[in-house]
């Protein structure tokens, strides 16, 4: 069974600093990783999909990493503002099935 | 339509009430996700659809939940005798054909809160 753990939970920075936020996994045979973004109480937003081939993607300020190997992957979030305070969710899907982790909250302060 | 529509947006039902939650997914998409999201946890996945059949339906908690699609598009998760640990959001998404591939789409969700 695919386990998928996210660290930190929490975050908080002032805002301009980089954010690093950390998803790791334990079985590496997987189709692609997608992060996502969760606003309070609304649904989510796809960020970023890495295929399983890929090292990296990059959208905007956005960008993530993949050591399928490893089982890692990491979003960076470059000069953060306070419109990016959200809880941030890493899913691996094997086959057709999306494995969540439990996500790290991010506060951006002004 | 544009995006994963989902209704109601928000259900208060008394406990051993039966409640049905709809997903309309985006058009075009084949296949169909229902996952849940208590409170405190993680994503759940429930139930997975390429266009009307389940060929994943590991994830129903029990006997009590059931999911069909008709016509390869809309979907309704029912949920019998309610019970309080069944208190959730409930998220459909879509994607076309299977999601190794293509990203995955979610809908704003449905609050269910069970008295």
């Known amino acids: 069974k695919q386990e998928v753990t996210q660290i930190p939970a929490a975050l908080s920075v002032p805002e301009g600093e980089n954010l690093v936020l950390n998803c790791s996994f334990t079985d590496s045979a997987i189709y692609n990783l997608q992060w996502f973004r969760q606003d309070p109480g609304k649904g989510l937003t796809s960020l970023l999909l890495?295929?399983?081939?890929?090292r990296e993607q990059t959208s905007g300020r956005l960008n993530a990493s993949l050591d399928k190997s490893s089982g890692r992957s990491t979003l960076y979030i470059a000069a953060s503002q306070p419109g990016d305070s959200a809880t941030y969710l890493c899913?691996?899907?094997?086959?057709?099935?999306?494995?969540f982790g439990a996500g790290t909250t991010v506060t951006v302060r002004a | 339509g544009a995006g994963v529509s989902q209704s109601p947006s928000n259900k208060v039902t008394e406990k051993g009430k039966d409640v049905e939650l709809r997903c309309d997914p985006i058009s075009g998409h084949t296949a169909l996700y229902w996952y849940r999201q208590s409170l405190g946890q993680g994503l759940e996945f429930l139930i997975y659809?390429?266009?009307?059949?389940?060929?994943?339906k590991s994830g129903l908690p029990s006997d009590r939940f059931s999911a069909e699609r008709t016509g390869g598009s809309v979907s309704t998760l029912t949920i019998q005798r309610t019970q309080q640990e069944d208190s959730a959001v409930y998220l459909c998404?879509?994607?076309?054909?299977?999601?190794?591939?293509?990203?995955?789409?979610f809908g704003a969700g449905s609050r269910l809160t069970v008295l």
């Open positions: 998404a879509s994607s076309q054909q299977g999601a190794g591939a293509n990203v995955l789409t």
């Open positions: 899913a691996v899907i094997n086959d057709y099935k999306l494995s």
């Open positions: 659809f390429q266009g009307n059949s389940a060929p994943d």
């Open positions: 890495i295929q399983s081939s890929q």
